[in-house]
């Protein structure tokens, strides 16, 4: 869309031999300012999907090396067995 009204706007400059202006600046002007800023925007998000990647890509590989990090942890809702006294023995059971 850009490009096709650039072209034109370069045609009707070559056939008035004047610029076309928009807000009082040549609008190619503009145009070429709206193409770099769109052409930056683009390589950013480039930029973060390939570092989002690499992240992902090392986690992956640290899990294959050492485990996942959530087997290690334990979970809130289990509880740890409590001993118990039962006549002469003792018991480990989950208290309630």
């Known amino acids: 869309m850009v490009e096709s009204?650039?072209?034109?706007?370069?045609?009707?400059?070559?056939?008035?031999?004047?610029?076309?202006?928009?807000?009082?600046?040549?609008?190619?002007?503009t145009l070429e300012?709206?193409?770099v800023l769109?052409?930056?925007r683009e390589e950013e998000k480039r930029r973060s999907r390939e570092?989002?990647?690499l992240?992902?890509?090392?986690?992956?590989?640290?899990?294959?090396?050492?485990?996942?990090r959530s087997a290690?942890?334990?979970s809130p809702w289990v509880r740890a067995p409590v001993p118990i006294q039962y006549g002469d023995g003792l018991f480990f059971g989950y208290g309630g």
């Open 72 to 74: 290690i942890k334990r």
């Open 51 to 53: 570092q989002k990647r």
């Open 33 to 35: 300012e709206y193409t």
């Open 5 to 29: 009204l650039t072209s034109k706007v370069k045609a009707w400059e070559l056939e008035r031999k004047i610029p076309f202006l928009h807000d009082i600046a040549p609008l190619l002007h």
């Open 55 to 68: 992240q992902e890509q090392f986690a992956a590989d640290q899990e294959a090396l050492y485990g996942s």
């Open 38 to 40: 769109r052409r930056e």
